[in-house]
C-alpha cells in the first residue's frame, strides 16, 4: 500500500491512485488520522490547473487535510476509545477506462484518457484496531474502478448486450436481456458487490501476511452516469434530505436485522456453533428455572413467535443476544456484514464468526435525474457514532434549520458536517435527549446533489 495514499495526498480532480497489489511485507501503517477532516466540493479553478504536479493540497494545522474538490463535505472525530481513529473515509474522482480482453487473458486499456468519469465516498467504521479500515478505504475504489471498467461497454450501450464483444450467438440474445430486466445500472451494482468481495479477500490476505487483526463496515456512495449509487455493508447510514422529504438510502445489517439469515446456516451448519451455542432466540437467555416451561422463541423460518418446552440444549448461550444497539452475534459482534473479520473468533473458544458474517452489499440507486434538485438538497452519510444519538428526523431538521439562512456562505455544507457532528456531543443547543451523547468515533460526509445533478458524466 502507499503510504501517499494512505495520508491522501492526492490533487484536487485527480483520480483514486491504484494501491501497490498485496505483498507478504504489506501492512497498513500507523496512521493518526487528524480530528477533523475538511474537503471541498466546488470546481477547481485556474490555480488547481496551474499547480505543479508534485504539488500536494496544503494541510491546515487547526482544521486537518483538504480533501479533493469533489469530495463533498466532511467532518471527522476520534472519541479516542482507542489509540487510533477506527473510523476512515475516502472519496476523490472515479475515472473508468475503456479496456478489451486481449490473448494473454488480461484487460488492456484501449486509451489512456477516462471513457466515463463519476465520483466516489466512503465510510468505514473499524472494529477490533484499525487496519482493516485503512486497508479498505485504501483498496475498495481500485477494485471498484477495475469492476467498472470491466463492464464499461455495457454501461454505455443502449442495452447491456449478451455477450461483451458485440457478437451475436443467438438472434433472441437481446430478447433475452430485456425479458431479464437487465438495464445498465445493474452492472453497477454487479461491479459494486463484486468489489466488495474482493476487497474483503485484499483484507483477509493483508491482515494475516501481517498478523494484525479486525474487521470494518463499509459504506459507499458512488455518483455515475447521473444516478447515485449506494452501497451498504453494516450499520453506518445514508439519507437523502429534501426540504419535504426524508429518504433512507441505507439499511442497517446487524444480527437482529438478518437473525434469520444467521439462523439458517446455523441450522445447515449446526458445527459452526461447536456444542457451546442454541441457534433459538428466546426474550432474554434462560435459566435453569426455565427448564420443562413452555416459553416463547423463534427459529430461522419463523417471522412470529411460538411456545416450546424448554430442553437443557435450550439453556446454551443464544447464538443472537440483546436487544437493540445492544445485539451481539455469538455474544460478540454487532454487526453481521462488512469487511475483515477473517481471524476473529469467540472469546476462548476456536469458533470463527466469519461464516455468519458477509461482505455484500445491499446497493440503493436515486436517480438523480429523476429529481427537481434544490440547492439545499444533500445526501448525509455517516458512521453509526452520529445514528447512536440522533434520528433521521433530528437530522433532516438540523440540516432544512442551517442550510437556508446560509445560502451565501461558500462553506455552509463543511459547517453543517461540523454542526452534525457536535450535536452528538451534548451540546446545550442539540435536539438530542439531555444528556444523550456518542462516545464512538463519528464520521460524516455532506454530499450536495444540486452540484452532482449539474455535472454530465458521459464518454
Known amino acids: 500500500m502507499s503510504a501517499g495514499w494512505f495520508r491522501r495526498r492526492f490533487l484536487p480532480g485527480e483520480p483514486l491512485p491504484a494501491p501497490r497489489p498485496p505483498g507478504p511485507r504489506a501492512s497498513p501503517l500507523p496512521y493518526r488520522r487528524p480530528r477533523f477532516l475538511r474537503g471541498s466540493s466546488s470546481s477547481p479553478g485556474a490555480a488547481d490547473a496551474s499547480r505543479r504536479p508534485d504539488s500536494r493540497p496544503v494541510r491546515s494545522p487547526a482544521r486537518g487535510r483538504t480533501l479533493p474538490w469533489n469530495a463533498g463535505y466532511a467532518e471527522i472525530i476520534n472519541a479516542e476509545k482507542s489509540e487510533f481513529n477506527e473510523d476512515q473515509a475516502a472519496c476523490g474522482k472515479l475515472c473508468i477506462r475503456r479496456c478489451e480482453f486481449g490473448a494473454e487473458e488480461e484487460w488492456l486499456p484501449l486509451c489512456p484518457e ?70 445498465a445500472e445493474d452492472l453497477v451494482i454487479g461491479a459494486l458487490e463484486s468489489a466488495f468481495q474482493e476487497c474483503d479477500e485484499v483484507i483477509g490476505r493483508e491482515l494475516e501476511a501481517s498478523g494484525q487483526v479486525g474487521g470494518c463496515t463499509a459504506l459507499v456512495a458512488v455518483s455515475l452516469q447521473g444516478k447515485l449509487y449506494v452501497a451498504n455493508a453494516g450499520d453506518s447510514r445514508a439519507i437523502l434530505v429534501r426540504r419535504d422529504e426524508i429518504r433512507p438510502l441505507s439499511f442497517e445489517f446487524t444480527p437482529e436485522t438478518e437473525r434469520q439469515r444467521i439462523q439458517q446456516l446455523a441450522f445447515v451448519y449446526p458445527e459452526l456453533l461447536a456444542g457451546e451455542f442454541t441457534r433459538l ?179
Open 114 to 183: 477516462e471513457f466515463l468519469t463519476g465520483h466516489y465516498w466512503a465510510l468505514f467504521d473499524g472494529h477490533g484496531g484499525p487496519a482493516a479500515a485503512i486497508l479498505a478505504a485504501n483498496t475498495l475504489h481500485s477494485c471498484l474502478r477495475q469492476q467498472l471498467e470491466a463492464v464499461v461497454e455495457g454501461l454505455v450501450a443502449t442495452q447491456p448486450p449478451m455477450h461483451l464483444n458485440g457478437r451475436c450467438i443467438c438472434s433472441s440474445d437481446p430478447q433475452f436481456v430485456e425479458e431479464k430486466g437487465i438495464r
Open 281 to 459: 432466540e428466546f426474550p432474554r437467555r434462560l435459566k435453569g428455572d426455565d427448564l420443562g416451561q413452555k416459553v416463547l422463541f423463534r427459529d430461522h423460518h419463523m417471522s412470529g413467535w411460538s411456545y416450546k418446552r424448554v430442553e437443557k440444549s435450550d439453556l446454551k448461550y443464544p447464538l443472537i443476544h440483546g436487544q437493540g444497539r445492544q445485539a451481539r452475534l455469538l455474544g460478540t459482534l454487532a454487526v453481521s456484514r462488512g469487511l475483515g473479520d477473517h481471524q476473529l473468533r469467540v472469546l476462548d473458544t476456536n469458533i470463527q464468526l466469519k461464516p455468519f458474517l458477509l461482505s455484500v452489499p445491499q446497493v440503493t440507486v436515486l436517480d438523480v435525474g429523476q429529481l427537481e434538485l434544490q440547492e439545499d438538497d444533500v445526501v448525509v452519510m455517516a458512521t453509526d457514532g452520529l445514528w447512536d444519538v440522533l434520528s433521521n428526523e433530528q437530522v433532516a431538521w438540523l440540516v432544512r434549520s442551517f442550510l437556508p439562512g446560509n445560502q451565501e456562505d461558500p462553506h455552509r455544507f463543511l459547517k453543517l458536517a461540523q454542526m452534525l457532528i457536535h450535536s452528538t456531543q451534548g451540546k446545550e443547543d442539540s435536539p438530542t435527549e439531555e444528556g444523550q451523547v456518542s462516545y464512538d468515533d463519528v464520521s460524516v460526509f455532506v454530499i450536495p446533489l444540486h452540484s452532482q445533478g449539474q455535472e454530465s458524466s458521459g464518454h
